[in-house]
Protein backbone atom coordinates (compact mmCIF):
# COMPACT_ATOMS: atom_id res chain seq x y z
CA UNK A 1 0.00 0.00 0.00
CA UNK A 2 1.28 3.81 -0.63
CA UNK A 3 1.92 6.08 2.12
CA UNK A 4 -0.40 8.87 2.82
CA UNK A 5 3.03 11.12 2.23
CA UNK A 6 2.95 10.35 -0.87
CA UNK A 7 -0.35 10.91 -2.03
CA UNK A 8 0.37 14.81 -3.00
CA UNK A 9 2.95 13.61 -5.40
CA UNK A 10 0.85 10.35 -6.86
CA UNK A 11 -0.49 10.17 -10.45
CA UNK A 12 -3.95 9.83 -10.19
CA UNK A 13 -4.23 5.96 -11.26
CA UNK A 14 -2.32 4.89 -8.31
CA UNK A 15 -4.09 5.87 -5.63
CA UNK A 16 -7.04 3.69 -5.00
CA UNK A 17 -5.08 1.52 -2.17
CA UNK A 18 -4.01 4.45 -0.51
CA UNK A 19 -5.54 5.36 3.08
CA UNK A 20 -5.97 9.42 4.07
CA UNK A 21 -3.94 10.91 6.45
CA UNK A 22 -5.51 10.23 9.44
CA UNK A 23 -7.14 12.86 11.75
CA UNK A 24 -6.90 11.88 15.11
CA UNK A 25 -9.80 13.04 17.21
CA UNK A 26 -10.26 13.38 21.03
CA UNK A 27 -13.05 11.11 22.96
CA UNK A 28 -16.15 12.01 24.01
CA UNK A 29 -16.29 14.97 26.93
CA UNK A 30 -19.56 13.11 28.55
CA UNK A 31 -18.27 9.34 29.15
CA UNK A 32 -20.86 7.59 30.76
CA UNK A 33 -22.81 10.74 32.47
CA UNK A 34 -25.72 9.88 31.12
CA UNK A 35 -25.99 6.58 30.55
CA UNK A 36 -26.31 5.96 34.02
CA UNK A 37 -29.00 8.22 34.54
CA UNK A 38 -32.56 7.40 36.40
CA UNK A 39 -35.27 9.02 34.97
CA UNK A 40 -36.97 10.79 37.84
CA UNK A 41 -40.66 10.80 37.53
CA UNK A 42 -41.70 12.81 41.05
CA UNK A 43 -39.58 15.28 39.44
CA UNK A 44 -42.21 15.33 36.48
CA UNK A 45 -45.02 15.22 38.24
CA UNK A 46 -44.37 17.77 41.00
CA UNK A 47 -43.25 20.16 38.26
CA UNK A 48 -47.00 19.29 35.92
CA UNK A 49 -48.33 19.99 39.18
CA UNK A 50 -46.99 23.18 39.97
CA UNK A 51 -47.26 24.68 36.77
CA UNK A 52 -50.79 24.37 35.77
CA UNK A 53 -51.90 27.42 38.16
CA UNK A 54 -49.28 29.14 37.03
CA UNK A 55 -50.15 28.51 33.69
CA UNK A 56 -53.70 29.58 34.25
CA UNK A 57 -52.78 33.12 35.52
CA UNK A 58 -50.57 33.63 32.96
CA UNK A 59 -52.78 32.85 30.01
CA UNK A 60 -55.25 35.69 31.99
CA UNK A 61 -52.84 38.08 31.21
CA UNK A 62 -51.87 37.36 27.44
CA UNK A 63 -55.62 37.64 27.33
CA UNK A 64 -55.56 40.69 29.70
CA UNK A 65 -52.57 42.38 27.76
CA UNK A 66 -52.73 45.82 25.87
CA UNK A 67 -51.10 46.15 22.46
CA UNK A 68 -48.27 47.60 23.91
CA UNK A 69 -47.95 44.90 26.54
CA UNK A 70 -48.69 41.80 24.85
CA UNK A 71 -45.95 42.47 22.30
CA UNK A 72 -43.83 42.53 24.86
CA UNK A 73 -45.59 40.00 27.10
CA UNK A 74 -45.49 37.33 24.15
CA UNK A 75 -41.96 38.11 23.44
CA UNK A 76 -41.17 37.42 27.32
CA UNK A 77 -43.23 34.14 27.10
CA UNK A 78 -41.09 32.60 23.74
CA UNK A 79 -37.90 33.88 25.24
CA UNK A 80 -38.51 32.31 28.38
CA UNK A 81 -39.33 28.70 26.47
CA UNK A 82 -42.86 28.87 27.45
CA UNK A 83 -44.79 29.89 24.27
CA UNK A 84 -45.51 26.22 23.48
CA UNK A 85 -47.64 26.26 26.49
CA UNK A 86 -49.71 29.08 24.82
CA UNK A 87 -49.54 28.48 20.87
CA UNK A 88 -52.85 28.81 20.43
CA UNK A 89 -53.58 32.00 22.62
CA UNK A 90 -50.29 33.97 20.95
CA UNK A 91 -51.23 32.87 17.14
CA UNK A 92 -54.43 34.59 17.71
CA UNK A 93 -53.05 37.91 19.62
CA UNK A 94 -50.53 38.21 16.58
CA UNK A 95 -53.05 37.91 13.91
CA UNK A 96 -55.24 40.53 15.40
CA UNK A 97 -52.06 42.36 15.35
CA UNK A 98 -50.98 41.64 11.98
CA UNK A 99 -54.32 43.73 10.65
CA UNK A 100 -53.39 46.58 12.68
CA UNK A 101 -51.25 49.69 11.90
CA UNK A 102 -48.05 50.70 14.36
CA UNK A 103 -47.72 54.01 13.48
CA UNK A 104 -47.79 55.29 17.38
CA UNK A 105 -45.12 53.09 18.47
CA UNK A 106 -41.75 54.03 19.41
CA UNK A 107 -38.59 52.04 18.09
CA UNK A 108 -38.12 49.33 20.83
CA UNK A 109 -41.99 48.24 20.44
CA UNK A 110 -42.09 49.00 16.73
CA UNK A 111 -39.18 46.60 15.71
CA UNK A 112 -39.94 43.71 18.44
CA UNK A 113 -43.40 43.74 16.59
CA UNK A 114 -41.63 43.29 13.13
CA UNK A 115 -39.70 40.50 14.30
CA UNK A 116 -42.48 38.26 15.84
CA UNK A 117 -44.77 38.67 13.20
CA UNK A 118 -41.54 37.81 10.48
CA UNK A 119 -40.92 34.73 13.10
CA UNK A 120 -44.33 33.98 12.61
CA UNK A 121 -44.71 33.98 9.37
CA UNK A 122 -46.67 36.96 9.07
CA UNK A 123 -45.88 39.34 6.20
CA UNK A 124 -44.36 42.19 7.39
CA UNK A 125 -43.00 45.12 5.65
CA UNK A 126 -39.30 46.76 6.47
CA UNK A 127 -41.19 50.28 5.56
CA UNK A 128 -42.60 50.58 9.41
CA UNK A 129 -39.00 52.08 10.33
CA UNK A 130 -38.77 54.48 7.67
CA UNK A 131 -40.23 56.99 10.34
CA UNK A 132 -36.93 56.59 12.12
CA UNK A 133 -35.02 57.83 9.39
CA UNK A 134 -33.79 61.46 8.07
CA UNK A 135 -33.80 62.35 4.15
CA UNK A 136 -31.03 60.53 3.55
CA UNK A 137 -32.23 57.29 4.44
CA UNK A 138 -30.35 57.19 8.09
CA UNK A 139 -31.37 56.67 10.69
CA UNK A 140 -31.67 59.51 13.07
CA UNK A 141 -28.66 59.65 15.32
CA UNK A 142 -30.63 60.41 18.08
CA UNK A 143 -31.68 57.01 18.18
CA UNK A 144 -28.10 56.19 19.26
CA UNK A 145 -29.01 57.11 22.83
CA UNK A 146 -32.18 54.80 23.19
CA UNK A 147 -30.07 51.14 24.40
CA UNK A 148 -33.40 49.24 24.25
CA UNK A 149 -34.45 50.35 21.33
CA UNK A 150 -31.22 49.57 20.06
CA UNK A 151 -30.91 46.25 21.10
CA UNK A 152 -34.62 45.53 19.78
CA UNK A 153 -33.81 47.04 15.89
CA UNK A 154 -30.72 45.08 16.10
CA UNK A 155 -32.67 41.96 16.61
CA UNK A 156 -35.33 42.62 14.24
CA UNK A 157 -32.71 43.33 11.36
CA UNK A 158 -31.36 40.17 11.46
CA UNK A 159 -34.45 38.43 10.39
CA UNK A 160 -34.19 40.31 7.18
CA UNK A 161 -34.50 39.35 3.60
CA UNK A 162 -33.29 40.15 -0.02
CA UNK A 163 -34.21 43.42 -1.17
CA UNK A 164 -34.35 45.21 2.48
CA UNK A 165 -31.54 47.88 2.27
CA UNK A 166 -32.94 50.06 5.23
CA UNK A 167 -32.09 46.40 7.80
CA UNK A 168 -28.71 46.42 6.27
CA UNK A 169 -28.38 50.09 7.41
CA UNK A 170 -29.79 49.00 10.30
CA UNK A 171 -27.69 46.08 10.92
CA UNK A 172 -24.37 48.47 10.59
CA UNK A 173 -26.45 51.59 12.63
CA UNK A 174 -27.01 49.40 15.45
CA UNK A 175 -23.90 46.66 15.64
CA UNK A 176 -21.72 50.49 15.64
CA UNK A 177 -23.75 51.91 18.58
CA UNK A 178 -24.15 48.74 20.41
CA UNK A 179 -20.51 47.69 20.79
CA UNK A 180 -19.80 51.87 21.33
CA UNK A 181 -21.91 52.07 24.39
CA UNK A 182 -21.59 48.29 25.77
CA UNK A 183 -18.81 48.82 28.26
CA UNK A 184 -20.28 51.81 29.69
CA UNK A 185 -23.73 49.55 30.61
CA UNK A 186 -24.40 47.89 33.76
CA UNK A 187 -25.97 44.76 34.25
CA UNK A 188 -28.45 43.01 33.13
CA UNK A 189 -28.70 44.97 30.18
CA UNK A 190 -24.86 45.04 29.44
CA UNK A 191 -25.12 41.35 29.20
CA UNK A 192 -27.92 41.39 27.10
CA UNK A 193 -26.42 43.48 24.70
CA UNK A 194 -23.20 41.71 24.94
CA UNK A 195 -24.99 38.08 23.91
CA UNK A 196 -27.26 39.84 21.29
CA UNK A 197 -23.45 40.82 19.38
CA UNK A 198 -22.25 37.50 19.92
CA UNK A 199 -25.37 35.68 18.67
CA UNK A 200 -28.62 37.20 17.11
CA UNK A 201 -31.91 35.52 18.19
CA UNK A 202 -33.27 34.84 15.29
CA UNK A 203 -30.50 32.83 14.57
CA UNK A 204 -30.08 31.20 17.77
CA UNK A 205 -31.20 28.06 18.81
CA UNK A 206 -34.29 28.67 20.82
CA UNK A 207 -33.50 26.53 23.52
CA UNK A 208 -29.94 27.47 23.83
CA UNK A 209 -31.74 31.32 23.80
CA UNK A 210 -34.15 30.46 26.77
CA UNK A 211 -31.43 28.41 29.32
CA UNK A 212 -29.10 32.00 28.76
CA UNK A 213 -32.38 34.32 28.61
CA UNK A 214 -33.64 32.88 32.14
CA UNK A 215 -29.66 33.45 33.88
CA UNK A 216 -30.61 37.32 32.41
CA UNK A 217 -34.15 37.75 33.26
CA UNK A 218 -33.67 36.90 36.84
CA UNK A 219 -31.48 39.86 37.52
CA UNK A 220 -33.89 42.18 35.87
CA UNK A 221 -35.72 44.07 38.09
CA UNK A 222 -38.55 44.50 35.84
CA UNK A 223 -38.94 40.95 36.37
CA UNK A 224 -42.09 39.09 36.41
CA UNK A 225 -41.92 36.79 39.48
CA UNK A 226 -45.36 34.19 38.64
CA UNK A 227 -43.23 34.18 34.78
CA UNK A 228 -39.95 33.51 35.92
CA UNK A 229 -41.20 30.86 38.67
CA UNK A 230 -42.89 29.14 35.69
CA UNK A 231 -40.08 29.44 33.24
CA UNK A 232 -37.82 27.80 36.05
CA UNK A 233 -40.32 24.91 36.69
CA UNK A 234 -40.50 24.12 33.11
CA UNK A 235 -37.27 24.34 31.98
CA UNK A 236 -36.76 21.57 34.91
CA UNK A 237 -39.34 19.33 33.57
CA UNK A 238 -37.81 19.76 30.10
CA UNK A 239 -34.16 18.73 31.29
CA UNK A 240 -35.50 15.73 33.01
CA UNK A 241 -36.94 14.37 30.28
CA UNK A 242 -33.89 15.54 27.57
CA UNK A 243 -32.05 13.75 30.63
CA UNK A 244 -34.17 10.55 29.59
CA UNK A 245 -33.43 10.58 26.57
CA UNK A 246 -29.97 10.83 26.68
CA UNK A 247 -29.96 8.04 28.79
CA UNK A 248 -31.30 5.67 26.13
CA UNK A 249 -29.60 7.09 23.24
CA UNK A 250 -26.27 6.29 25.14
CA UNK A 251 -27.43 2.46 25.80
CA UNK A 252 -27.82 2.41 22.10
CA UNK A 253 -24.61 4.17 20.73
CA UNK A 254 -22.44 1.88 23.62
CA UNK A 255 -24.14 -1.49 22.21
CA UNK A 256 -22.54 -0.94 18.97
CA UNK A 257 -18.89 -0.27 20.99
CA UNK A 258 -18.08 1.53 17.99
CA UNK A 259 -15.69 4.00 19.55
CA UNK A 260 -13.31 0.45 20.22
CA UNK A 261 -14.00 -0.99 16.95
CA UNK A 262 -14.01 2.46 14.43
CA UNK A 263 -11.32 4.57 17.05
CA UNK A 264 -10.88 6.79 13.70
CA UNK A 265 -14.24 7.90 13.72
CA UNK A 266 -15.83 11.27 15.93
CA UNK A 267 -17.64 9.88 19.13
CA UNK A 268 -20.12 12.73 19.53
CA UNK A 269 -23.51 11.34 20.60
CA UNK A 270 -24.47 14.10 22.98
CA UNK A 271 -23.57 16.69 20.27
CA UNK A 272 -25.67 14.85 17.36
CA UNK A 273 -28.08 14.84 20.37
CA UNK A 274 -28.30 18.67 21.21
CA UNK A 275 -28.93 18.90 16.93
CA UNK A 276 -31.92 17.10 17.69
CA UNK A 277 -32.83 19.16 20.88
CA UNK A 278 -32.36 22.47 18.67
CA UNK A 279 -34.54 20.97 16.04
CA UNK A 280 -37.86 20.55 18.27
CA UNK A 281 -36.74 21.26 21.71
CA UNK A 282 -40.56 20.74 23.10
CA UNK A 283 -41.76 17.66 25.60
CA UNK A 284 -43.80 16.18 22.69
CA UNK A 285 -41.37 15.65 19.84
CA UNK A 286 -39.29 13.17 22.40
CA UNK A 287 -39.08 10.38 18.94
CA UNK A 288 -37.83 13.67 16.77
CA UNK A 289 -34.89 14.47 19.39
CA UNK A 290 -33.94 10.44 19.28
CA UNK A 291 -33.88 10.27 15.88
CA UNK A 292 -32.06 12.90 15.03
CA UNK A 293 -28.94 12.21 17.45
CA UNK A 294 -28.70 8.06 16.21
CA UNK A 295 -28.66 9.23 12.36
CA UNK A 296 -26.64 12.08 12.94
CA UNK A 297 -24.39 9.89 14.83
CA UNK A 298 -24.31 7.35 11.80
CA UNK A 299 -24.05 9.53 9.14
CA UNK A 300 -21.13 11.27 10.85
CA UNK A 301 -19.19 7.63 11.37
CA UNK A 302 -19.97 6.87 8.20
CA UNK A 303 -18.79 10.27 7.18
CA UNK A 304 -15.41 9.29 8.84
CA UNK A 305 -15.29 6.31 7.23
CA UNK A 306 -14.99 7.73 3.64
CA UNK A 307 -12.84 11.13 4.41
CA UNK A 308 -10.73 9.04 7.81
CA UNK A 309 -9.95 5.27 7.01
CA UNK A 310 -10.99 4.07 3.60
CA UNK A 311 -9.14 3.41 0.37
CA UNK A 312 -11.16 3.94 -3.04
CA UNK A 313 -11.50 0.64 -3.06
CA UNK A 314 -13.21 -0.15 0.57
CA UNK A 315 -15.13 3.27 -0.36
CA UNK A 316 -16.18 1.47 -3.31
CA UNK A 317 -17.68 -1.47 -2.15
CA UNK A 318 -19.27 0.54 0.80
CA UNK A 319 -20.74 2.55 -1.89
CA UNK A 320 -22.64 -0.42 -3.52
CA UNK A 321 -24.65 -0.70 -0.73
CA UNK A 322 -25.35 3.05 -0.09
CA UNK A 323 -25.79 6.26 -2.40
CA UNK A 324 -22.91 7.35 -4.34
CA UNK A 325 -22.67 11.02 -3.09
CA UNK A 326 -19.71 10.18 -0.85
CA UNK A 327 -17.51 8.15 -2.98
CA UNK A 328 -18.01 11.18 -5.26
CA UNK A 329 -16.67 13.61 -2.76
CA UNK A 330 -13.58 10.90 -1.99
CA UNK A 331 -12.46 10.60 -5.35
CA UNK A 332 -12.03 13.88 -6.08
CA UNK A 333 -9.92 14.04 -2.75
CA UNK A 334 -7.43 11.19 -3.46
CA UNK A 335 -7.74 11.52 -7.63
CA UNK A 336 -6.53 14.80 -6.75
CA UNK A 337 -9.35 16.02 -9.14
CA UNK A 338 -10.55 19.73 -8.82
CA UNK A 339 -14.14 20.00 -9.29
CA UNK A 340 -15.92 23.27 -9.56
CA UNK A 341 -17.20 25.06 -6.97
CA UNK A 342 -20.64 24.57 -8.13
CA UNK A 343 -20.24 20.56 -8.95
CA UNK A 344 -18.84 20.57 -5.27
CA UNK A 345 -21.96 22.46 -3.52
CA UNK A 346 -24.39 20.60 -5.86
CA UNK A 347 -22.97 17.46 -4.58
CA UNK A 348 -22.63 18.52 -0.76
CA UNK A 349 -25.74 18.76 -0.91
CA UNK A 350 -26.51 15.26 -1.02
CA UNK A 351 -23.95 14.54 1.47
CA UNK A 352 -25.04 16.79 4.25
CA UNK A 353 -27.37 14.67 6.80
CA UNK A 354 -29.96 16.98 6.03
CA UNK A 355 -31.91 14.20 3.79
CA UNK A 356 -31.56 11.40 6.25
CA UNK A 357 -31.94 13.62 9.50
CA UNK A 358 -35.11 14.68 8.17
CA UNK A 359 -36.02 10.98 6.35
CA UNK A 360 -35.42 9.65 10.15
CA UNK A 361 -37.51 12.24 11.91
CA UNK A 362 -40.68 12.15 10.11
CA UNK A 363 -42.13 9.13 12.24
CA UNK A 364 -41.96 11.03 15.32
CA UNK A 365 -43.76 13.77 13.42
CA UNK A 366 -47.56 13.67 13.41
CA UNK A 367 -48.79 16.28 11.39
CA UNK A 368 -46.03 14.88 8.42
CA UNK A 369 -48.78 13.35 5.36
CA UNK A 370 -47.29 11.41 2.17
CA UNK A 371 -47.40 14.71 0.62
CA UNK A 372 -45.49 16.47 3.04
CA UNK A 373 -42.74 13.98 2.47
CA UNK A 374 -42.88 13.69 -1.30
CA UNK A 375 -42.64 17.74 -0.74
CA UNK A 376 -39.26 17.15 0.86
CA UNK A 377 -37.92 14.75 -1.53
CA UNK A 378 -39.12 17.48 -4.47
CA UNK A 379 -35.83 19.86 -3.10
CA UNK A 380 -38.04 22.88 -2.39
CA UNK A 381 -35.74 26.01 -2.07
CA UNK A 382 -36.04 25.84 1.55
CA UNK A 383 -34.40 22.49 1.59
CA UNK A 384 -31.50 23.78 -0.83
CA UNK A 385 -31.05 27.01 0.77
CA UNK A 386 -30.93 25.03 4.59
CA UNK A 387 -28.31 22.46 3.19
CA UNK A 388 -25.79 25.13 1.29
CA UNK A 389 -25.55 27.37 4.18
CA UNK A 390 -25.44 24.28 6.32
CA UNK A 391 -22.36 23.25 4.43
CA UNK A 392 -20.69 26.91 4.01
CA UNK A 393 -20.86 27.52 7.84
CA UNK A 394 -19.32 23.87 8.17
CA UNK A 395 -16.60 24.65 5.64
CA UNK A 396 -15.67 27.40 7.01
CA UNK A 397 -15.32 25.94 10.62
CA UNK A 398 -13.73 22.62 9.42
CA UNK A 399 -11.42 23.54 6.02
CA UNK A 400 -8.17 23.52 8.15
CA UNK A 401 -8.78 20.17 10.04
CA UNK A 402 -9.79 18.28 6.34
CA UNK A 403 -6.94 19.93 4.72
CA UNK A 404 -4.74 17.55 6.63
CA UNK A 405 -1.60 19.94 6.69
CA UNK A 406 -1.86 20.34 2.88
CA UNK A 407 -1.80 16.88 1.98
CA UNK A 408 -5.96 17.03 1.25
CA UNK A 409 -7.68 19.47 -1.06
CA UNK A 410 -11.02 21.13 0.24
CA UNK A 411 -13.62 23.39 -0.88
CA UNK A 412 -11.17 25.89 -0.04
CA UNK A 413 -9.15 25.10 -2.60
CA UNK A 414 -11.56 24.64 -5.04
CA UNK A 415 -12.97 28.12 -5.13
CA UNK A 416 -9.24 29.55 -4.54
CA UNK A 417 -8.20 28.21 -7.68
CA UNK A 418 -11.10 28.13 -9.85
CA UNK A 419 -11.66 31.79 -8.88
CA UNK A 420 -7.78 32.96 -8.52
CA UNK A 421 -8.21 34.31 -5.18
CA UNK A 422 -6.59 34.09 -1.81
CA UNK A 423 -7.90 32.46 1.17
CA UNK A 424 -8.66 35.39 2.75
CA UNK A 425 -10.90 36.27 -0.22
CA UNK A 426 -12.50 33.00 -0.63
CA UNK A 427 -13.42 32.70 3.32
CA UNK A 428 -14.81 36.29 3.11
CA UNK A 429 -17.04 35.24 0.09
CA UNK A 430 -17.92 31.95 2.56
CA UNK A 431 -19.09 34.38 4.74
CA UNK A 432 -21.37 36.00 2.26
CA UNK A 433 -22.50 33.00 0.93
CA UNK A 434 -23.95 32.12 4.67
CA UNK A 435 -25.31 35.86 5.26
CA UNK A 436 -27.15 35.58 1.75
CA UNK A 437 -28.23 31.64 2.84
CA UNK A 438 -29.90 33.05 5.65
CA UNK A 439 -32.19 35.60 3.64
CA UNK A 440 -33.05 32.62 1.68
CA UNK A 441 -33.64 30.56 4.37
CA UNK A 442 -36.11 32.80 6.34
CA UNK A 443 -37.89 34.32 3.07
CA UNK A 444 -38.97 31.10 2.15
CA UNK A 445 -40.15 30.77 5.90
CA UNK A 446 -42.02 34.12 5.68
CA UNK A 447 -43.88 32.82 2.60
CA UNK A 448 -45.89 29.99 4.02
CA UNK A 449 -46.56 26.60 2.06
CA UNK A 450 -49.14 24.23 2.15
CA UNK A 451 -46.38 21.62 3.86
CA UNK A 452 -46.84 21.54 7.79
CA UNK A 453 -45.67 24.57 9.43
CA UNK A 454 -43.13 22.16 11.99
CA UNK A 455 -41.32 20.70 9.10
CA UNK A 456 -40.25 24.03 7.95
CA UNK A 457 -39.90 25.04 11.28
CA UNK A 458 -37.16 22.09 11.77
CA UNK A 459 -35.51 23.27 8.89
CA UNK A 460 -35.33 26.74 10.13
CA UNK A 461 -33.87 25.35 13.58
CA UNK A 462 -31.17 23.14 11.81
CA UNK A 463 -29.89 26.66 9.84
CA UNK A 464 -29.29 27.58 13.54
CA UNK A 465 -27.69 24.88 15.25
CA UNK A 466 -25.13 24.56 11.96
CA UNK A 467 -25.02 28.70 12.92
CA UNK A 468 -23.98 28.36 16.56
CA UNK A 469 -21.86 24.49 15.93
CA UNK A 470 -19.82 26.60 13.79
CA UNK A 471 -20.15 29.90 14.81
CA UNK A 472 -17.20 32.29 14.34
CA UNK A 473 -15.78 30.24 11.69
CA UNK A 474 -15.03 27.20 14.41
CA UNK A 475 -15.19 23.28 13.89
CA UNK A 476 -17.70 23.03 17.04
CA UNK A 477 -19.03 19.19 16.32
CA UNK A 478 -15.57 18.30 16.25
CA UNK A 479 -13.99 20.32 18.65
CA UNK A 480 -17.20 21.10 21.09
CA UNK A 481 -15.27 21.74 24.12
CA UNK A 482 -15.09 25.34 22.42
CA UNK A 483 -18.18 26.33 22.78
CA UNK A 484 -20.39 23.65 22.87
CA UNK A 485 -19.63 21.78 25.75
CA UNK A 486 -20.94 24.91 27.88
CA UNK A 487 -24.16 25.07 26.29
CA UNK A 488 -24.69 21.23 26.95
CA UNK A 489 -23.94 21.40 30.62
CA UNK A 490 -26.30 24.18 30.84
CA UNK A 491 -28.89 22.33 29.09
CA UNK A 492 -28.52 18.92 30.16
CA UNK A 493 -25.79 18.59 33.42
CA UNK A 494 -26.38 21.73 35.70
CA UNK A 495 -29.89 22.07 37.30
CA UNK A 496 -31.63 25.65 37.75
CA UNK A 497 -32.31 26.62 41.34
CA UNK A 498 -36.14 26.80 41.63
Known amino acids: MISAASLMDCPSGCRRDVRPPMATYSPSLWGDIFSTFSFDHQVQKKCVEAMEPLKKEARSMLMAANSGELIALIDKLERLGLAYHFETEIEEKLHEMSEKEDDDYDLFTTALRFRLLRQHQYHVSCGVFDKFTDKEGKFKEQLSSDTEGLLSLYEAAHARIHGEGIL???????THHLSRILPQLESPLKDKVKRALEQALHRGVPIIETRIYLSLYERDESR????????????SFLQNLYRKELSQ?????????????????????????LWGVSIHFEPQYSDVRIAVAKSMQMVSTMDDTYDNYATLEEADLLTEVLERAYNQELKWIMEREMPTFEEYIKNSVIT?????????????????TKETVDWLLSEPNIVISTARMGRHLEDLGSHERENRGGK?????????????????????????LVEDGWKNVTAEWVAKTSVAKEMVEQLLNYARIAEVTYKNSQDGYTN???????QIAALFVDPIAI
Not at 409 to 430: I, P
Open 168 to 174: EEAVAFT
Open 224 to 235: DELLLKLAKLNF
Open 249 to 273: VSRWWNGFDLKTKLPYARDRLIECY
Open 352 to 368: SCIYVMFTALIPGMKSV
Open 408 to 432: MLTVVDCYMQQHGVSKQETLAKFAE
Open 480 to 486: PDKFLAP
